[in-house]
């Protein structure tokens, strides 16, 4: 590894410019988390969960709408197009893998937090393994002894 190898953390997501911002990351994975409970998600729902005021909420929609993830209009309902579904099963995916990795090695202080945190920082393929280490230690270790 030479020098030039190494960047900040804000140097490797410019690096990365197709990566959605973590807010965005999140907006899509609520959505998709609500759009499982009820058929309809409005702003007002999105506000309530993410404790964020509606005109903030509603101008993220705007921009996931331009950027194809979400369908809306305004006053009515936020439905993700299938780019949004299929970004928010896998934002849901890994948010539960961390968190239930998490949970498996003890940490109890903070644990939404650290995983919110994470998530938006981890690769697919870490993921991946992280899911695969869950699978076997489940397997294979009593956690309740």
């Known amino acids: 590894m030479k020098n030039s190898d190494f960047y900040t953390f804000r ?15 999140d907006y899509i994975e609520m959505i998709y988390r609500l759009s499982i409970e ?3 998600v409005r702003v007002n729902n999105l506000s309530e969960a993410l404790n964020v005021q509606p005109p903030s909420i509603t ?14 209009e305004k006053y009515g309902s936020i439905k993700l197009t299938e780019k ?10 890994r948010h539960e893998t961390i968190y239930e990795f998490l949970e498996l090695i003890g940490v109890k202080e903070n644990l939404l937090e650290q995983t919110e945190k994470m998530e938006h920082a981890i690769y697919e393929e870490t993921l991946e393994k992280i899911s695969n280490l ?8 009593d956690f309740n002894s």
Do not use: A, H, Q, T
């Open 11 to 25: 140097g490797y997501r410019i690096k990365d410019e197709k990566l959605l911002s973590p807010s965005m990351e």
């Open 38 to 40: 009820k058929d309809i």
């Open 59 to 72: 101008k993220m929609i705007k921009r996931l709408s331009n950027d194809g993830f979400v369908n809306y």
């Open 84 to 93: 949004g579904i299929e970004k928010g099963k896998f934002f849901l995916f």
């Open 134 to 141: 869950i699978i076997f230690l489940k397997n294979n270790i």
